[in-house]
């Protein structure tokens, strides 16, 4: 089985997307910040550009193949109201281009 982690050890940045993911709809407030305005929610987390934009954009494929936890990553779908059919497809596709 293939494992989701660009690398062996877990990066800074794949911790702190999944502190963001966590934050996003554990912490009081913070889901209502994030949807107002991503790019301001996120502003202040270290992270590269294509990170942010992949949480932003909620590029699910892109967050679970830089490490998210795939647990936060289905509880941030919930919280926002992203299908289960998106959810699914976006992870096939990454398994689709990687076979392809």
Same mark, same amino acid.
């Given at each position: 089985m293939k494992s989701?982690?660009?690398?062996? $050890? /877990?990066s800074q940045a794949a911790y702190w997307m999944n502190r963001v993911l966590f #934050? &996003? @709809?554990h912490l009081d407030s913070h889901l209502e910040?994030? %949807?107002? #305005?991503? #790019?301001?929610?996120?502003? *202040? &987390?270290?992270?590269?550009? *294509?990170? %942010?934009? *992949?949480i932003r954009d909620n590029d699910i494929g892109a967050m679970y193949m830089a490490g998210a936890n795939p647990y936060?990553? %289905?509880a941030h779908?919930? +919280?926002? @109201? $992203? /299908?289960?059919a998106v959810f699914? #497809? /976006?992870?096939? *596709? $990454? +398994?689709?281009s990687k076979n392809g």
């Open positions: 989701n982690w660009v690398q062996q $050890i /877990s #934050d &996003v @709809h910040a994030y %949807r107002q #305005d991503p #790019d301001v929610y996120l502003a *202040a &987390v270290p992270l590269t550009e *294509a990170l %942010r934009a *992949a936060l990553l %289905r779908c919930l +919280g926002l @109201h $992203i /299908s289960e699914l #497809d /976006s992870l096939r *596709a $990454i +398994g689709e």
